[in-house]
């Protein structure tokens, strides 16, 4: 089985009543990233405000002037031209919803169609940028457009995408065990994908990924609680599953592992 990539996900915790938003600071960013990186994390999930370009530049380096984790940015709700101007940073990879980005957070609800135009001019920016595209699927459907890509000779494989569990919004699907199987076995060939939850069973869902050959996804964005009611910084979330994939034989993957795993130079 594959070395275990973990994706710490530090953006913010913009989906959790109650739970400080605290990741705007640039320096606080990469502090919480660099925690995450030397307790085994490969690629970090960040985020800004679409169109507030420096910030997106401050925190790339930021990070980069801390640690060699890989730029993963999580900007499916940004427009193809707002992504124009923020992958000039080159992160390793940048984020694609490939269905409706359907999402409830605490101040707004986000409603946006991708549709397969828009997924081209998308694919034709990564590749100019050379950009690995991050795909999100939420529901095995959306797996339809991403073989639409292929068909088209769009993207190549590896097929990177990062499967999500009980995330609030009309892109809901169950956070169990059964969901988990139904949808990774379904998955098209020469996948790679990583396990993402939101909720009390997410340690269940990122076991089952670190089981069955997948990767994981966690932080606080997805789900800040190491159990109900014990918040948990990113360090914590990312040690906590290398230590179960640890007791289960299997070994993280350094960036440079991760990164020959999914096709980037």
């Known amino acids: 089985m594959e070395k275990l990539m973990i994706v710490n996900c530090a953006a913010d915790t913009s989906m959790h009543e109650g739970v400080p938003q605290r990741f705007a600071d640039s320096e606080v960013l990469a502090d919480s990233v660099e925690k995450a990186y030397e307790a085994g ?68 609800d986000v409603m946006m169609l991708h549709p397969r135009e828009e997924l081209a001019e998308m694919m034709r920016l990564c590749k100019d940028y050379n ?37 609030p919004g009309g892109a809901w699907s169950p956070p169990s065990l059964s969901e ?15 396990a993402s939850a939101t909720g009390p069973t997410h340690i269940h869902m990122q076991t089952m990924a670190v089981m069955h050959g997948g990767h994981a996804r966690v932080g606080t964005e997805d789900e800040p609680y190491l159990h109900p009611g014990e918040l948990g910084d990113n360090a914590d979330h990312v040690a906590r599953i290398a230590r179960i994939a640890g007791e289960m034989g299997r070994e993280i993957a350094s960036v440079d592992e991760a990164k020959a795993m999914i096709g980037i130079a």
């Not at 988990?180 to 990583?194: E, G, K, Q, T």
Request: with cysteine.
């Open 131 to 167: 950009v690995k595209p991050e795909f999100e699927v939420f529901t095995l459907g959306e797996t339809w457009m991403i073989d639409d890509l292929l068909q088209k000779g769009l993207v190549e494989p590896p097929i990177l995408m990062t499967c999500f569990f009980g995330r």
């Open 180 to 194: 988990f199987l139904h949808r990774v076995s379904n998955l098209p060939a020469d996948s790679v994908y990583i």
């Open 41 to 108: 994390a490969c690629i970090a999930h960040i985020h800004a405000p679409p169109t507030n370009y420096e910030a997106w530049a401050s925190h790339s380096k930021a990070i980069r002037d801390r640690c060699g984790v890989m730029l993963q940015y999580g900007i499916s709700t940004q427009t193809v031209e707002q992504r124009k101007e923020v992958v000039k940073n080159h992160p390793e990879m940048m984020s694609v919803a490939v269905g409706a980005h359907n999402m409830a957070f605490i101040a707004r």
